[in-house]
């Protein structure tokens, strides 16, 4: 997925440099001198964890270690609300809901054995982003962003051998576009996440089978990452 997302946004610059040898009539020209901003967002995203893993061995001699087997397509939606606080600089909240799954495989050293987790993702969001935008030229305005976003996990499961903690918070960095269309505005938005928190939830007294309890003790940290392609309409 994250091969593609690039490709998209190479495309996307390979029509701003086409497109921006000459001035051309300018759709929508006074959006930009409104103080606020509101609309909406869909995008696709792809969900990672990163695995610190001890080399835990157990009594019986056993040795497992985690790893992300597979990543499969997500997607989030949300509400954009956007204040230039000057003409190139603007505050962005945008409370969201991401919807995804991460597919978990212990592997064990040496019978190669497997035991696999699918964990289902719910997350409600309200990333902070603070927006830096080049001067506009025709009908596009590329910009980069950064800022927080705090994540609140409302699908974990207990009883599985990995148990995460509800809560983290991202730092974003990004890149991305404003295309003036004659009636809207089309902002696609790549973006970057990095989480903050060890989402390891080490206190496994929800466990009725304590067999599983290696696969906790298998790993020191555990921190969230995701990839994100946006498409904003105001």
Known sequence: MKRYLLLILVVTLSVLVVNGQQRRVQNRPYIDQRRLHYGFFIGLHSQDLEFVNNGFITETGESWFADVAEYSPAFHVGVLAEAWITPNLAVRVLPSLYFGQRGVVFHEQYTHEEHRQTMKSTLLACPVNLKFSAPRFNNHRPFFVAGLNPTLSLTNKDRQALLLKNMDCYIEVGLGCDFYLPY???????????????????????????????????VDKTTARMIMLTFYFE
Do not use: A, N, V
Not at 186 to 192: T, V
Not at 193 to 210: A, Q, V, Y
């Open 184 to 218: 809207f505005k089309l902002i696609p938005e790549l973006k970057f996440c990095f989480g903050l928190r060890d989402l390891l939830e080490t206190d496994r007294s929800d466990l009725t089978d304590k067999s599983l309890l290696k696969f906790t003790h298998s």
